[in-house]
């Protein structure tokens, strides 16, 4: 294993990791946008250690076999900074070097940035992201590695109100795509489900936050929901909600982070009656994938659930280009994705969605978890079904 220190290239950080010791004759090449500085970076870190543990567990155990040769795999994380022109400055920086195989970015900002990058030099990706376009026609070679809150905020949503009455929320969220594409369909939501809303939105990268919760408390809402805040804003958002002496329900109706937004707020007492989606409902098989997570690379996984996703979004994208035969020909990958069926063996069986709410069936599916904190106790996560279309 041979890890080579971070440097700057085209004003962004790269780390490249190749598992193979040696240089191969059959080596699959995965670029990886990331954001891996700022108030989002545990989601690139998840990323990231995804993918390299993906990487290693492919040439361990000969995943990918092309011809009879034995194929190694190598990742190339660079900082995609959470924004589109970051994003899109990586994508560059990666088809520079002839990497057309893309697992990443995290957030919608970067999807948005990225996909024009993908388009044209005819990358295929597995992406993630919660914006409204995030997949489509229009990107017929792009991927995406679950559903978004058009899938999970309403049983979400429904949770609480066993719960907690209230007839109004607020919501918060940054003012780019990345925060306005999920407010809107959180906020659709809880309309349909008879709450009014009031939306607030703040400019990333804000670090106070005591005017948008005075403003947002001024309409006297009976709940709060941060959408796809990140986690080290919206811990920052609690604390001072709290602190304001806003004692309603929480909801984050947007990502997972759950450990790095208690931390920020000041403890889960802090929280104390709190909703949040996550990505994977913990049992035995992700309970395995951890050990096994430990026995290959010596130490734990980073700790935002969203690691899971990714380990699944980087698998399916080694056992396409095992089904194509091929490790550098990005449509003939995509074109093999297809025919796949979403399954995993850590989690189980999933579906393609996304015809209804994308127009393209490309959007992997899986069962995902409810948390909740409640009293400032962390309550058992709750599985809820994957979402299916008719």
């Avoid at 041979?2 to 490249?16: D, E, M, W």
């Avoid at 993906?54 to 900082?79: N, P, Y």
């Avoid at 003012?175 to 407010?183: E, I, L, M």
């Avoid at 979403?342 to 069936?361: A, C, P, R, Y």
């Amino acid at each position: 294993m041979a890890f080579r220190a971070q440097r700057a290239v085209s004003g962004a950080l790269l780390a490249s990791v190749t598992f193979c010791g040696a240089v191969s004759a059959c080596e699959l090449k995965i670029g990886a946008p990331a954001v891996l500085s700022g108030p989002a970076a545990q989601w690139g870190i998840a990323l990231r250690g995804a993918l390299e543990f993906v990487a290693k567990e492919t040439a361990q155990e000969r995943r990918l076999v092309i011809g009879g040769t034995s194929c190694t795999v190598s990742v190339k994380a660079i900082d995609s900074k959470y924004t589109a022109e970051g994003a899109a400055s990586a994508m560059n920086a990666l088809a520079a070097e002839g990497i057309t195989v893309i697992v990443g970015p995290v957030g919608s900002p970067e999807v948005t940035g990225m996909k024009p990058v993908a388009l044209r030099n005819r990358m295929v990706a597995m992406v993630n992201s919660f914006a409204r376009d995030s997949i489509g026609p229009r990107w017929p070679n792009v991927f995406h590695i679950g559903p978004g809150p058009s899938g999970w905020a309403g049983p979400i949503i429904d949770e609480g109100r066993k719960h907690y009455t209230f007839s109004s929320v607020g919501i918060v969220a940054p003012n780019d795509q990345g925060g306005t594409d999920v407010a809107g369909v959180n906020a659709e939501i809880f309309k349909k489900k008879g709450v009014s809303v009031v939306e607030e939105y703040y400019q990333r990268g804000t670090t106070n936050f005591a005017p948008i919760v005075t403003r947002v408390l001024r309409s006297s809402p009976g709940a709060i929901d941060l959408a796809s805040s990140p986690a080290g804003d919206a811990g920052i958002i609690i604390k001072q909600l709290r602190q304001a002496g806003f004692a309603g329900p929480i909801f984050r109706l947007g990502g997972p982070g759950f450990e790095e937004i208690a931390r920020v707020a000041g403890g889960v007492e802090v929280l104390k009656d709190f909703l949040w989606y996550e990505p994977v409902a913990m049992d035995e098989g992700l309970r395995a994938l951890e050990k096994k997570h430990q026995d290959l690379m010596g130490g734990p996984r980073p700790e935002n659930a969203d690691f899971f996703r990714w380990v699944f979004a980087a698998r399916m994208m080694v056992k396409a280009a095992q089904a194509a035969q091929s490790i550098d020909k990005p449509q003939v990958i995509a074109d093999a994705m297809r025919k796949l069926p979403v399954e995993d063996e850590n989690i189980g069986k999933g579906s393609w969605i996304g015809q209804q709410f994308f127009g393209i069936n490309q959007e992997m599916s899986y069962p995902f978890a409810i948390g909740q904190v409640r009293d400032g106790k962390i309550q058992k996560y709750i599985r809820a079904d994957a979402v299916k279309e008719d």
